[in-house]
């Protein structure tokens, strides 16, 4: 702000303040300001130098001229002593982000074996409820199988049951055929009664064949 106000001969007012606030924290701008400073400090000493070669003697002209060169390497050495600081400053800038690199690395690379154990959890949990409900579905058609087993086994009871009624009822009618009381029939009645009891006796026959 000082250096725009010095060179502002119009004595305009300074606009750009947010992007000041932002770079004036940088490294590069510490390095060019002190790189100004060093040109003011320069510049003055030349300024002395002149005003000492007009206001003394001839004589004197060597020791200022030696003293003046003595200032400008002692203000070289600082600069290089300085700029030699912002070089570590930087290089420490640089290892500290390295270092920041490296742990949230390691942060990103926690959670997500995290993730991946809490993914793999799921999937097992996901795998043993399969299973459950395989069980369960095995379980249901066994039960199934089961009934429908019990039902034919229940249906060929009540076929069984059924046919050794018709065979007995059958039988109870073959038997009055065969018992029947041939008094009073007429001649096509007793011959009907006579055929039925022939049938049933060769059927019965065969059968024991």
């Not at 924290?25 to 003011?40: H, N, P």
């Not at 001229?65 to 290089?80: F, S």
């Not at 429908?148 to 039988?171: H, T």
Request: glycine share 4%; proline share 1%; with cysteine.
């Amino acid at each position: 702000m000082k250096l725009y106000i010095e060179q502002d001969k119009d004595k305009k007012k300074f606009s750009l303040m947010p992007c000041w606030n932002i770079l004036k924290g940088e490294d590069k701008w510490a390095a060019k300001m002190v790189e100004i400073a060093e040109l003011e400090k320069l510049e003055k000493c030349k300024k002395k130098q002149k005003a000492a070669k007009v206001s003394r003697p001839r004589d004197e002209e060597g020791t200022n001229t030696e003293q003046a060169v003595t200032d400008v390497v002692g203000q070289e050495t600082q600069a290089r002593k300085r700029s030699d600081g912002i070089k570590k400053v930087k290089e420490n800038h640089r290892r500290g982000g390295a270092e920041a690199c490296v742990e949230a690395f390691d942060k990103m690379w926690a959670k997500k074996e995290e993730s991946d154990k809490e993914k793999e959890k799921a999937k097992q949990e996901r795998f043993i409820a399969a299973l459950d409900v395989d069980k369960e579905a095995l379980a249901l058609e066994k039960i199934r199988a089961d009934a429908d087993l019990k039902r034919a086994d229940a249906e060929q009871k009540r076929a069984e049951a059924e046919q050794k009624r018709a065979e007995a009822k059958l039988l109870k009618q073959e038997k009055d055929i065969m018992l029947a009381d041939n008094n009073g029939l007429n001649p096509a009645q007793l011959q009907w009664l006579q055929m039925m009891q022939k049938d049933i006796v060769a059927k019965r026959l065969g059968n024991q064949v």
